[in-house]
């Protein structure tokens, strides 16, 4: 089935450096990648789009300076935390769909992001 | 916009017994799909059971079943049998795009379920 592989899994980095999380379709060609975050014990947020070759959409409220989406490829799109701050502390994940009709949504197993 | 409501912020069971999770939803779109989500404690989404809404049949998935009334815009989900592996926090979902698209997720608050033995 269709695999969706993110890294790392976990992250602990000091305040004002940047991160980068990658998301990879195994075993698929995702021209469209999604990344959310979540807060412990709540619901996932949608923060963007990713569109292979063109500008991330980003969602009302998520800064993209702040949030650097890049998909350069089908098969890996990344999301970098620049300048990270306590605040940015979260888990982030990623999904992508192969497009086939009636093909769900794969998601990654995610990333803790704790910034100290 | 889609908005998607769990009402039941956690829930308890019996392992072997049965227990209904309630979700309702809000889109303008005619045809679409809705989803469940289960993120066990390693917080791995894991797909439960989805249904598209012209289908008048309800989903099922082995121990996992929705009762879905379109009308209503009500979407829930049934676990039968439970099992100590089904503690989890579970998501109602909803494409934001509607139709086949299964990107733009809208999710509502989740509830987290835990099943005693």
């Known amino acids: 089935g269709a695999v969706v592989s993110q890294h790392p899994s976990r992250v602990i980095c000091k305040s004002g450096t940047s991160v980068k999380i990658e998301c990879r379709s195994l075993?698929?060609?995702?021209?469209?990648m999604f990344w959310y975050r979540q807060f412990p014990k709540q619901s996932l947020m949608l923060m963007a789009t990713s569109n292979e070759g063109s500008k991330a959409t980003y969602e009302q409220g998520v800064e993209k300076d702040k949030f650097l989406i890049n998909h350069a490829s089908l098969t890996l799109s990344t999301l970098t935390v620049t300048s990270a701050h306590p605040e940015d502390s979260s888990f982030y994940i990623c999904s992508a769909t192969d497009r086939a009709w009636n093909s769900p949504l794969h998601f990654g197993n995610g990333t803790r992001l704790t910034v100290t | 916009a889609q908005t998607v409501t769990q009402s039941q912020p956690e829930m308890s069971v019996q392992e072997a017994e049965t227990v209904t999770l309630s979700c309702t939803y809000d889109t303008s779109e005619n045809n679409y799909y809705l989803f469940w989500y289960k993120q066990p404690p390693s917080r791995q989404m894991i797909l439960v059971i989805r249904?598209?809404?012209?289908?008048?049949q309800n989903a099922t998935e082995n121990r996992f079943s929705v009762n879905f009334q379109k009308a209503a815009k009500s979407f829930s989900l049934k676990i039968s049998d439970s099992q100590l592996g089904d503690t989890a926090m579970y998501f109602c979902a909803c494409p934001r795009a509607g139709g086949t698209s299964y990107g733009k997720l809208t999710f509502g608050q989740g509830t987290i379920l835990t099943v005693h033995p």
């Open positions: 249904q598209e809404a012209y289908k008048q």
């Open positions: 075993d698929f060609q995702a021209t469209t």
